[in-house]
């Protein structure tokens, strides 16, 4: 048999989407994941899981020997800002601390090759947009700041050991899956475009539009929202970047241009031709004004080309995932279904 990637956190949000384009490429993967936060079914059947906590050594050198892997993708990890400011020691055991022992098992399995997941959250509040990759990095809450020590250990790693690693720092991840297959299933959004989704749908109370008064043109704050298919073709493209021998890189991944939060919300109702019950609100605390990506980089070094890069198929992708999610809720709560024994 071919030797496998290990994708960490794959029943993940990010990690199902890139599981299905790695099979769709025809290229065998292997998952590890606790499903603390992720779904079994959002795993591509072709797929084998290993339920179980990257944290633990053991479990990865048995991973990283049965299936003969050769590169790792790591997407497990915690992903809520506000939750890291509050319970900022979590956020440095599943983040830092765990890929601490991901990249000693990958020194002791002889495994050269690490595809990261990072977060524009590295930077903090930017002086000026477009955000390229040598500005400051200077992280304004725990999330970022243990982001930001994972990519210095694969950097200190590659000097020291010969890793090679290509760190994606993402923008706005957003959509889900056009052939929905799999999407963003957390059921307590905080995310601007599933926010808006579950409002348009009556599934939670109106959507608050966090700050009005931002020096933007139109006082809402900008962010470069990204279709989480085209980031999963950028992980692809990295994965056999490095299987080429190709060394270690670091990358915005984002489009390189940015929208409002009003344009998001008209976008939507223009989508699904509906009102998307919407009140104005304070500023959320810890917002930048505009996140851009500089995006030149990872269009040059890898060759990436977004297919999806519409703001309106974006929110269509979003919205139609969300009505998916709702008729299986329905129907799994409906009185007499499947559920009931009689
Ligand atoms: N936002 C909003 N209402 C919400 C969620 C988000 O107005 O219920 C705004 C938020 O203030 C920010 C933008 O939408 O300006 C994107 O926020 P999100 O939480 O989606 O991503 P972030 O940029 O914080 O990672």
């Not at 890793?163 to 899956?177: K, Q, T």
């Not at 976008?267 to 917002?287: I, K």
Request: proline fraction near 6%; aromatic fraction near 4%.
């Amino acid at each position: 048999a071919s030797p496998r990637v290990l994708v960490t956190g794959g029943a993940g949000y990010i990690g199902s989407h890139v599981l299905h384009a790695l099979t769709d490429a025809g290229i065998p993967a292997v998952t590890i994941d606790d499903l603390s936060a992720g779904r079994r079914e959002a795993i591509p059947a072709a797929v084998p899981l290993v339920e179980g906590d990257i944290g633990s050594a053991e479990l990865l050198d048995r991973v990283m020997r049965d299936h003969r892997v050769d590169a790792v993708m790591h997407f497990a990890g915690s992903i809520v800002v506000p939750e890291s400011v509050v319970k900022p020691l979590d956020y440095y055991r599943n983040n830092t601390a765990n890929s601490l022992t991901l990249l000693g098992a990958c020194l002791r399995a002889g495994i050269d090759k690490v595809v990261f997941s990072s977060t524009a959250a590295v930077y903090g509040a930017p002086e000026s947009v477009p955000i390229r990759e040598d500005a400051p990095t200077v992280p304004i809450n725990p999330y970022g700041a243990s982001k930001l020590m994972t990519e210095q250990m694969l950097r200190d790693a590659g000097a020291a050991h010969g890793l090679r690693s290509v760190i994606l720092r993402y923008f706005n991840v957003a959509g889900a899956d056009p052939a929905g297959r799999t999407g963003q299933a957390t059921p307590v959004a905080t995310h601007l475009i599933k926010v808006a989704c579950q409002a348009l749908l009556g599934r939670r109370p109106p959507l608050a539009i966090f700050g009005t008064d931002y020096d933007t043109p139109d006082g809402t704050c900008i962010r470069d929202y990204i279709h989480v298919s085209d980031l999963a073709d950028a992980h692809v493209l990295a994965l056999l970047h490095l299987r080429r021998g190709g060394g270690s890189l670091l990358m915005n991944c984002g489009y390189g241009r940015g929208a409002s939060v009003r344009e998001v919300v008209r976008t939507l109702e223009e989508v699904s031709g509906e009102q998307v019950p919407a009140t104005f609100a304070d500023r959320r605390p810890g917002d930048p004004p505009q996140l851009v990506a500089g995006a030149d980089r990872i269009r040059e070094q890898l060759g990436w080309v977004p297919k999806h890069d519409r703001l309106d198929g974006i929110v269509r992708s979003a919205l139609s995932w969300e009505r998916s999610l709702e008729q299986s809720v329905g129907q799994a709560g409906a009185p007499g279904g499947s559920a009931s024994r009689s």
